[in-house]
């Protein structure tokens, strides 16, 4: 047993293992990243210097570890003292979602809490050369901080033990080159009526790879199979170059691509696979596989053409309207129009890749304000055909030209365009403040709290509050709101002093409605809220969320002013502040 543990191959206490170097020879080995610069570790007692590392053996910080390390450090116990059922793994531990002080306590008792171990990452561990080393065994969940333990009863060579446990924090970093997954493709997952004559497969990481040398052998980590089903099943590896390609030319605006292109046509109504394997490292040497991504063919070489599939709009959006080849308008989808931005939403027969280009296209009216605006491109991948697309930054009054082009799994791309105008300027008026779980009655003290941000006073006259696009919603009180000043909307019960919520200042206005606020109030469960002026404009809207019992949801930052896509928070109530 001591002569095998002195070899120089490591000893697992685990059924798993993981190869730190690619199978296609020293390449892998010598093409990672230049490493992070590691951080002051402390050193723990008895057992020298921590080191965290990544596949290749370069060293990370603690505060900025990659997704997958391996955690070593010198350790002076005789290997005799090590039982062979591998009780190792019960002197070193790496937990998620348990705080460093919690873990350092357990350590110094017997067995571990159960509810600790619970928390523990499954991960390897084991002894060469006088270290130990513990490497879980399957990546770190990215921006989490981990707490690796060393357990105080950890044998020594004198035949003490370690006396005092000593533990580390990670944090795992959120920087692409601290690991690569899997995150979308082209065609979509498991998409149906694919053209046999496609060109190629795209798929999408989140940090870069170790692509091999020689993609076309059976270990080359990536590879499109083929499922036959002839009375048994079989499988045919489809011949591909293998390549990286820009993220940005397949319409997704991050990440790291790789192309699979195809020699030949697929076989028709067949599934197919692009499958990764554990011989595919990313930047770090990690294995980045193993992954299925599956598709299956049509009948047709270039499958069935896209068409418009209109949505029904709301009663505050405009129908979007194209002409057609034979001169008819046809509805394409729906855009919300406001001053200074607007939203589009259309959708189309099938997965498609769409860009949409907006540009200014005339000087608007006199008063219009300059702006600085220009042709502004977005692009998304829409794998059900449904899409969406928002943009701020835009003068009022003024019209500018959008075209929509979308682009389907056999290359075809339908364009349109039209022209939208914007509003001129809309009232500033912000919702900054729902309660919509109060701890007293409900819906009676529900409030939504409305924000003048201008710099003149608001006339309420004709403006409305609404929890659903579709219905016009309930009048406001015609109260003129000074600059700068809030008011709360309320159910006609409202109580501003009830003894279970977060009493009302006296001198907050309430606006008082004929009913309770939307429809029969507002859910727990989160819904939106949409405020608009006399005209239908939608002035302000958030889309909801989930509230606390006797909490309020809120924008996380007060300034700038609330935007409709602010991400909302649960916290106290600050009613007329």
Not at 77 to 92: F, K, N, R, T
Not at 443 to 452: A, G, K, M, R
Not at 508 to 524: A, F, K, Y
Not at 531 to 536: F, T, W
Request: proline share 11%; aromatic share 6%; with cysteine.
């Amino acid at each position: 047993m001591k002569k095998q543990l002195r070899s120089k191959r490591w000893k697992w206490w685990s059924v798993s293992t993981l190869a730190l170097c690619a199978p296609w020879g020293v390449m892998g080995c010598f093409s990672s990243p230049e490493p992070s610069l590691p951080s002051e570790i402390p050193q723990a007692p008895g057992l020298g210097v921590f080191r965290l590392v990544d596949g290749w053996g370069n060293p990370w910080p603690a505060a900025a570890a990659p997704q997958w390390p391996t955690l070593e450090m010198p350790w002076s116990g005789d290997p005799q003292l090590l039982p062979a059922d591998g009780v190792l793994q019960e002197h070193l531990f790496l937990f998620e979602g348990l705080e460093q002080s919690a873990a350092h306590a357990d350590l110094q008792r017997t067995p571990v809490l159960i509810s600790h171990q619970a928390l523990r990452v499954d991960s390897a561990v084991m002894h060469e050369d006088g270290k130990l080393r513990l490497r879980p065994n399957h990546r770190l969940k990215p921006g989490v901080t981990y707490v690796f333990g060393v357990a105080q009863w950890l044998p020594l060579t004198d035949g003490s033990v370690l006396g005092e446990p000593w533990t580390q924090t990670l944090h795992i970093s959120e920087d692409e080159k601290a690991g690569s997954t899997w995150v979308d493709s082209w065609p979509p997952e498991l998409a149906p009526g694919v053209p046999t004559e496609l060109e190629r497969v795209v798929l999408q990481f989140t940090g870069p790879l170790e692509l091999p040398q020689d993609p076309g052998d059976s270990t080359s980590g990536i590879q499109v199979t083929q499922f036959t089903t002839t009375g048994t099943e079989t499988k045919r590896t489809v011949p591909t170059h293998v390549h990286s390609v820009d993220c940005v030319d397949w319409n997704w605006n991050g990440g790291h691509c790789v192309a699979l292109e195809f020699a030949q046509p697929l076989g028709p109504a067949t599934d197919h696979a692009v499958r990764v394997n554990e011989t595919l490292l990313d930047g770090t040497g990690a294995p980045v596989g193993p992954l299925d991504v599956r598709f299956r063919t049509g009948a047709t070489p270039k499958g069935e053409p896209l068409h418009w599939v209109a949505p029904s709009c709301a009663d505050d959006e405009t129908p979007l309207m194209v002409e057609d080849d034979d001169g008819n308008d046809v509805e394409v989808g729906c855009a919300l129009v406001r001053d200074v931005d607007l939203a589009l939403r259309a959708a189309v027969s099938g997965p498609a890749r769409v860009t949409v280009r907006v540009a200014p296209v005339g000087t608007g009216s006199p008063n219009a304000p300059t702006t600085a605006f220009r042709t502004t491109t977005l692009r998304d991948v829409a794998p059900r055909g449904e899409f969406r697309f928002s943009l701020d930054g835009l003068a009022p009054d003024t019209d500018y030209g959008v075209t929509v082009e979308v682009t389907d799994m056999a290359e075809r791309v339908t364009s349109t365009v039209t022209t939208i105008r914007t509003l001129p300027p809309l009232p500033a008026l912000y919702i900054t403040e729902v309660r919509s779980n109060p701890a007293g009655p409900e819906p009676d003290q529900e409030y939504v709290e409305i924000l003048n941000g201008g710099t003149t006073p608001i006339s309420l006259f004709g403006m409305r509050i609404t929890d659903d696009p579709g219905r016009t919603g309930d009048l406001l009180p015609p109260l003129v709101l000074p600059a700068g000043a809030r008011a709360l909307v309320v159910d006609p019960d409202f109580d501003p002093t009830h003894p279970k919520d977060v009493a009302v200042p006296a001198g907050v206005p309430l606006l008082r409605l004929t009913s309770s606020i939307g429809s029969s109030g507002l859910t727990n469960a989160g819904e939106p809220v949409i405020l608009r002026d006399g005209d239908g404009h939608r002035l302000h809207a958030w889309q909801g969320a989930a509230s606390d019992n006797g909490l309020c949801l809120g924008p996380a930052e007060t300034h700038p002013l609330p935007a409709t896509n602010t991400p909302l928070v649960d916290g106290p109530c600050t009613p007329g502040w």
